[in-house]
T-cell receptor, first 114, second 113 residues
Framework: KQEVTQIPAALSVPEGENLVLNCSFTDSAIYNLQWFRQDPGKGLTSLLLIQSSQREQTSGRLNASLDKSSGRSTLYIAASQPGDSATYLCAVRAGGTSYGKLTFGQGTILTVHP | NAGVTQTPKFQVLKTGQSMTLQCAQDMNHNSMYWYRQDPGMGLRLIYYSASEGTTDKGEVPNGYNVSRLNKREFSLRLESAAPSQTSVYFC????????????FGQGTRLTVV
């Protein structure tokens, strides 16, 4: 059974700092990995989708890397801003006939203070 | 472009009452999903529909039923609500192609008293 773990569970940083969020998964047979952002009381917003054949994906100040063989992904946020404060979730999509089911980590709660 | 729309946004039920959570997507996606989110448990898959006319159980299906009404709509029904079903429910959709991203609705916050 696929298990996804995110470390740390919570992170508080001053504005402007670069930071890294970690995600690990137990079964390397994945199609892709998706990073989401969730604001309090809101839905999930997709940030980055990284395919199993890719090593990294970038969008603005965000960079996600994937090391499928070791079962790890990182989300790098450059020059953090208070508006980045949210919960960040990673989810993996299993291979085979899983019809796109995602297995989620429990998230990292990020607080960026001015 | 509305994406994935869930109704209602909030609901309070008494134990034993029934209700249906509605989900609709306007992206012509084949696959749709229902997840629940609980503190300390993350998001867990309840049911999914790979395509119109098919539904399958996910990780935590007990106490729920689903209907894939058409390609756009996928509803989740609680026949006899229990306090353990207090949660935030999310609907998601994606295309049938292998490596595409999933899109989520804004969630339904359900409290069963």
């Amino acid at each position: 059974k696929q298990e996804v773990t995110q470390i740390p569970a919570a992170l508080s940083v001053p504005e402007g700092e670069n930071l890294v969020l970690n995600c690990s998964f137990t079964d390397s047979a994945i199609y892709n990995l998706q990073w989401f952002r969730q604001d309090p009381g809101k839905g999930l917003t997709s940030l980055l989708l990284i395919q199993s054949s890719q090593r990294e994906q970038t969008s603005g100040r965000l960079n996600a890397s994937l090391d499928k063989s070791s079962g790890r992904s990182t989300l790098y946020i450059a020059a953090s801003q208070p508006g980045d404060s949210a919960t960040y979730l990673c989810a993996v999509r299993a291979g085979g006939t899983s019809y796109g089911k995602l297995t989620f980590g429990q998230g990292t709660i990020l607080t960026v203070h001015p | 472009n509305a994406g994935v729309t869930q109704t209602p946004k909030f609901q309070v039920l008494k134990t034993g009452q029934s209700m249906t959570l509605q989900c609709a997507q306007d992206m012509n996606h084949n696959s749709m999903y229902w997840y629940r989110q609980d503190p300390g448990m993350g998001l867990r898959l309840i049911y999914y529909s790979a395509s119109e006319g098919t539904t399958d159980k996910g990780e935590v299906p007990n106490g729920y039923n689903v209907s894939r009404l058409n390609k756009r709509e996928f509803s989740l029904r609680l026949e006899s609500a229990a306090p353990s079903q207090t949660s935030v429910y999310f609907c998601a959709s994606r295309t049938q192609y292998t490596n595409t991203e999933a899109f989520f609705g804004q969630g339904t916050r359900l409290t069963v008293v």
